[in-house]
Each structure stands twice: as structure tokens, then as C-alpha cells.
């Protein structure tokens, strides 16, 4: 297991940008497969983008693609989501997770932080 501590979220107008970071405990940081996953109000939790373990391969679902751009630091343990040209469709909870698997389901995810919010204003 890994801890997961999420920060970089807030209130930005449409058009704007983020840069979410996670901080990750753990000497087995750089042998996971890292993703960024968000939930809104009402709404179930989806799949954002996912980096494996080297940071070589990276996905994203096809809402934020184009967008958003995950990258990570296995020497800092650390993983990041930059969001650009945000919309308010994008407010949500944003969770980082890590996997032993590079596969986009939330079910393959084992561990999970707190979440940071984003709100997109209009």
C-alpha cells in the first residue's frame, strides 16, 4: 500500500488552468501505475488518466484528452495533472490512485487519497 496526498485544487473561471500534484509515501512509488480519477456531484466516480510505472505510457478518457496532461516524478514520488482549458463540466472531486495494473477501471486501483476539489465557474 501506498499513501496518496492530493493537493492544487480550487476555484479557477472557464478557460483556466490547474495543476493538481500528488504526493505519494512509500520507497515503491516508481513500481506503480499511477491515475487520476474525479467525481461530481450526483454523479459516479470516472476515469481521468492514467501513467505507468516509468512514466513512458499514458491514457486519458476523451473528455479531458487534449487538455489535461498527467506526468509524474518517481525520484520526488510525486504525480501531476495539469489542466488546461477547463470547463465547468469539469468540477469535481479529484482523487489520485495507485495500481499494479495499467488498466482504467477504479476497481484495479488499491490505493486512493482524500481527494481535492475543482470548481470551474462559468
Known amino acids: 500500500q501506498v499513501q496518496l496526498v492530493e493537493s492544487g485544487g480550487g476555484l479557477v473561471q472557464a478557460g483556466g488552468s490547474l495543476r493538481l500534484s500528488c504526493a505519494a509515501s512509500?520507497?515503491?512509488?516508481?513500481?506503480?501505475?499511477m491515475g487520476w480519477f474525479r467525481q461530481a456531484p450526483g454523479k459516479e466516480r470516472e476515469f481521468v488518466s492514467i501513467i505507468n510505472s516509468s512514466g513512458g505510457s499514458t491514457s486519458y478518457a476523451d473528455s479531458v484528452k487534449g487538455r489535461f496532461t498527467i506526468s509524474r516524478d518517481n525520484a520526488k514520488n510525486m504525480v501531476y495533472l495539469q489542466m488546461n482549458s477547463l470547463k465547468p463540466e469539469d468540477t469535481a472531486v479529484y482523487y489520485c490512485?495507485?495500481?499494479?495494473?495499467?488498466?482504467?477501471?477504479?476497481?484495479?486501483?488499491?490505493?486512493w487519497g482524500q481527494g481535492t476539489q475543482v470548481t470551474v465557474s462559468s
Open positions: 512509500g520507497r515503491t512509488f516508481s513500481s506503480y501505475v
Open positions: 490512485a495507485a495500481s499494479s495494473l495499467y488498466f482504467k477501471s477504479e476497481f484495479g486501483f488499491h490505493s
